[in-house]
């Protein structure tokens, strides 16, 4: 019995002994394929962080070609800036750095003044839930029609952003043909109140943004060469030359001497405007969407703040969250990749130059002349 117990012990500790080497055979491989892997993604993650380090160092350096005040530490600090913007607004580093490579192109070359358009940009993207690309388009567009400074770029964009609350548009749908737009009114003396205005009224009143803007054109166009029959209906009210009428007295004020002159002259609009296009303006901001006009004026007039409020709203959308989110995750890579860069930049400049000093000795090129 006890030789049987004994041989039954001997087994069991064979198969204890076989299961313990087993499980540290497995552990040991287990560990083995841990520190593989751990190896390929620290090298998957320097390999990333240096790439998005070096597309941004790029973008940035392509910016700097276009501006005046290029110092050492331009890139350095831009890079830093674009990634606290994309972190606060969670828009992605490469639209930030074309939008500000399209600002610096419109005319804004000093570092100073594209930061303040970008980041009026940036929230009206947000606010207005579109591309900041199209909405620096549209904030430069509008800031060189009306000639204004970086330093109104917050005052513009909330002009901008109150035509979407009081209209039926978008921030997307205005910037396909706004700068058509404001091209012709700004220099006929229509203010950016009353450009806004009239298009939000024109959309609340159901006509697609593109086709509003097109109609607001061509009254203003008509306005400044009227036609005979216009042209003495206004002067019977007072209008002797409606060009100047609307560029010192405004929009407004020469539509209603429009309105005026019809009723006087017995002639309707149809009568007095030969394009049809003026007609999809004049008939709705003079008629059925007068009352609307003037609650849009006052709306424009008493922007301020809306592009903020309307920022602060969106920050609470979880996919803004999100692109926050990843955007300082990206953020940290790149701060990582920085530091590689930098690291084996020297290196690297050594290999190049030895090669460049073999190449000139057998074929005379200078890349550094």
Known sequence: MAVKISIIADNKSRKAFTAVTHGIQKIGSSAVKSTKNLALLTIGVGLLSTKLAGDLQKGLLEVTTLMDDVTENTIKNMSKELRGLASATGQGLQPLVKA???IVSAGFFKIAESAQVL???????VGGVTSVDKSADLLTTTLNAYNKSAEESVKVTDKLFTIVRLGKTTIGEISGSFGRLVSIASPAGVSLNEVGASLATLTSQGQKTEEAMTAIRALIVELQKPSEDLAK???SVGVKNSELTLKTKGLAFTLNKVKEASIKSGKTFTQLFSN??????????????????AESLEGMANSAGATDKAFAIMLDSINVKFARMKQNVISILITLGDVII??????????NNKKDEENNSNSGFNPNA
Do not use: M
Request: charged content about 25%; glycine content about 2%.
């Open 119 to 125: 980041n009026a940009s940036a929230k009206l993207a």
């Open 100 to 102: 500000r490579y399209d």
């Open 233 to 235: 209906a206004l002067d």
């Open 342 to 351: 930098k690291a084996i930049s020297d290196d690297i400049d050594k290999i």
């Open 276 to 293: 049809i296009r003026s007609l999809q303006a004049v008939l709705p901001l003079t008629t059925t969407g007068a009352t609307k006009l």
